[in-house]
Nanobody, 125 residues
């Protein structure tokens, strides 16, 4: 069973950048789908970005396209989310998740069985 642990969250001003990391341990699958989701209190957990480890193909929600970049380091078994040009509406708890079944699209949270504990991102105006 895979375990995921996020890090890298924090507080930044609008226009700033942060890089989130998600370290995987335990059994990992080289052709897994991995994704970043975010959630604010009282709302559903929304998909932000995804990657298929088999091909390296990446996918983004419209709200972050052009500002966020998802990547994965196979040797380190670590997923990243580079977030640039941050906006106050990006404030949320960010979670990474993984699953083995493909195709990855659509990246709906109900299809992901393994989750990290989350890392908080706060963007002030």
């Amino acid at each position: 069973q895979v375990q995921l642990a996020e890090s890298g969250g924090g507080s930044v001003q609008a226009g700033g950048s942060l890089r989130l990391s998600c370290a995987a341990s335990g059994y990992t699958y080289s052709r897994a789908c991995m994704g970043w989701f975010r959630q604010v209190p009282g709302k559903e957990r929304d998909w932000v970005a995804g990657i298929y480890l088999g091909s390296g193909g990446t996918y983004y929600a419209n709200s972050v396209k052009g500002r966020f970049t998802i990547s994965h380091d196979n040797a380190k078994k670590t997923l990243y989310l580079q977030m640039n040009s941050l906006k106050p509406e990006d404030t949320a708890m960010y979670y990474c998740a993984t699953r083995r079944d493909t195709p990855c699209v659509p990246f709906v949270r109900e299809r992901f069985g393994a989750w990290g504990q989350g890392t908080q991102v706060t963007v002030s105006s």
